[in-house]
C-alpha cells in the first residue's frame, strides 16, 4: 500500500479520519507551545535552567504514570471513550491556565500537572487506530499509521512559518497557548462528537487482566530493555525542542522569529522521510532502519551545536528532518508490536517511551548546561542517541549461525478470559 492508498483508506473509515483530525488538533497545540517552551520558561518566567530541567522530568513522571493507568483501564474496562475525554480535558485545562492566568505558578501547574496528564492521549488516539486496522496486514498497518503520524506534524509545517512572522511582528510569545487552547477546544468537540461508542469496535475486547497484571505485562524485561534503548534513541527528539530556542537566541544571537521557521522546515521535511522509512520498513527489519534515523539525527545534534550562530544553519534542516521523520513513525509501530493485542496497553508503551525520552532529554540538558551550556547539551544528547541505537540493534541483532531472529519481544495474543465490552 502506497501513502495514497492509505490516505484514501484514512479519509473512507469515520474512526480513522476522527483519529487523524484529532492529532491534527494536538499537533496544532504541540507546534505553538513546545518551539517556544523553554524560551518562555528561562525569559518571560525567569525559571533558571536546572530548575526547567527539573520541571520536565517532573512532568516526565506525571505523563507516564497518568498515560500507564490510563492505558491499563482503557484494557480492563473497554471504556476508551471516556479515558479520551478525560485526557483531551487535561490538556484544554493546561493550556488555558497559562493563557488566561499567566504566571510562574499557572506554568509550573500546567505543564507539571494538566498537560502531562493529557499526554496520553497521544497513545490512545493509536491505540484506537490500532483497534480498527487490527485484521490488516503488517505493512498496510504501518503505512496507515505512518500517514496518520504524519497528519500531526502538518500543524508544524503550516503553523510555525505563520507563527515565525507573527512573533517578528511583535505578538507576544505567550500567545501561543492562546492558539493551543484553541487546538485543545476543537479536539474536546471532535471526541466528544465522534469518537464512536465502545460496544461498536468490533476488536476493543476487555482484557480481563488486574492492574498488576497489566503492570506485570508492561515490565516484561524484554519488553523493558527495548524501551529504554528506544527512550535513549529518541531523546534527541525532545532535546532538539528544548533547545531550539535558548540556541538561536542565547547562543547564536539571533531573533525568536527563527525558531518556528526552522522547526516549520524540520516538521516538513519529515513527512516524506515518514513515508520512506515506512517503505525501508517493508523491506527490512524496523530496528536497523530506526537505527538509521538515530545515526543522522546524531549527526544533525553534533552539527547543530556547533552552527546555530552560522548564516547557512538552515541546510541542518535536511539531516534533522529526514532522522526525524524515521523516529517519529516506526518507533510507535515497533512499540505496539510488543503487546500485540492490547491497544491501551500498547498506547501506553507510547507514554512510557514518551516519558524516557523526556527524562534522557533532561539529563541531557542539566549534564550539558551545568557542565558548559547548550552546546554540550546537544553534544551529550547525540551521544545518548547512538548509545540507544546500538543497544536496539544488539538486543534485535540476527542470531548466529544464519538462524532467523526471534520477534522483538513476546507478542501478546488474547486471553481466553477477555469478552467483549
Not at 98 to 111: D, G, N, Q, W
Not at 157 to 174: D, K, M
Amino acid at each position: 500500500m502506497n501513502p495514497l492508498s492509505a490516505a484514501r483508506t484514512i479519509a473512507a473509515d469515520p474512526v480513522l479520519r476522527l483519529v487523524t483530525l484529532a492529532l491534527i488538533c494536538t499537533g496544532t497545540l504541540s507546534a505553538a507551545v513546545a518551539p517556544y517552551q523553554s524560551l518562555i520558561a528561562i525569559r518571560i518566567f525567569a525559571i533558571a535552567p536546572r530548575y526547567y530541567a527539573a520541571l520536565l522530568v517532573v512532568a516526565a513522571l506525571v505523563a507516564v504514570t497518568s498515560s500507564v493507568v490510563a492505558g491499563i483501564w482503557a484494557d480492563q474496562s473497554a471504556r476508551r471513550r471516556r479515558v479520551a475525554l478525560c485526557l483531551i480535558a487535561a490538556l484544554t485545562l493546561g493550556t488555558g491556565l497559562v493563557r488566561l492566568l499567566p504566571s510562574t505558578v499557572s506554568f509550573a501547574v500546567a505543564h507539571m500537572l494538566f498537560l502531562p496528564l493529557g499526554a496520553g492521549l497521544f497513545g490512545q488516539l493509536f491505540a484506537l487506530a490500532r483497534i480498527v486496522t487490527q485484521g490488516r496486514p503488517q505493512a498496510e498497518r504501518d503505512r496507515i499509521a505512518a500517514v496518520i503520524r504524519a497528519a500531526f506534524a502538518l500543524p508544524f509545517v503550516a503553523v510555525l512559518p505563520l507563527w515565525a512572522l507573527a512573533v517578528n511582528a511583535g505578538v507576544a510569545l505567550i500567545d501561543v497557548y492562546a492558539l493551543g487552547l484553541v487546538a485543545a477546544l476543537i479536539g474536546l468537540g471532535l471526541i466528544l462528537r465522534s469518537w464512536p461508542a465502545d460496544a461498536s469496535l468490533p476488536e476493543n475486547h476487555r482484557s480481563g487482566l488486574t492492574f498488576r497484571a497489566g503492570m506485570a505485562e508492561l515490565a516484561h524485561p524484554a519488553v523493558l530493555a527495548r524501551m529504554l534503548a528506544l527512550g535513549l534513541i529518541g531523546s534527541s527528539l525532545s532535546l532538539y525542542m528544548i533547545l531550539l530556542g535558548p540556541m538561536f537566541t542565547t547562543v547564536g544571537g539571533r531573533e525568536p522569529g527563527i525558531v518556528a521557521l526552522f522547526a516549520g522546515c524540520v516538521a516538513g521535511l519529515e513527512i516524506p522521510s515518514m513515508m520512506i522509512g515506512a517503505g525501508l520498513a517493508t523491506r527490512m527489519p524496523k530496528s536497523r532502519v530506526i537505527a538509521l534515523g538515530a545515526v543522522v539525527h546524531a549527526a544533525f545534534m553534533l552539527a547543530f551545536a556547533a552552527s546555530a550562530h552560522l548564516p547557512h544553519v538552515l541546510l541542518l534542516t535536511l539531516p534533522a528532518g529526514f532522522g526525524a521523520g524515521m523516529l517519529l513513525t516506526l518507533p510507535l509501530s515497533y512499540i505496539q508490536d510488543l503487546l500485540g493485542r492490547r491497544p491501551g496497553a500498547g498506547g501506553a508503551l507510547i507514554a512510557v517511551n514518551q516519558f524516557l525520552t523526556a527524562a534522557f532529554a533532561a539529563l541531557a540538558f542539566l549534564i550539558g548546561t551545568q557542565l558548559s551550556g547548550y552546546p554540550l547539551a546537544a553534544v551529550v544528547g547525540a551521544g545518548f542517541v547512538l548509545v540507544g541505537a546500538a543497544v536496539l540493534s544488539i538486543l534485535d541483532r540476527p542470531a548466529r549461525l544464519g538462524v532467523a531472529p526471534p520477534a522483538p519481544a513476546p507478542i501478546l495474543h488474547p486471553r481466553p478470559e477477555e469478552t467483549a465490552p
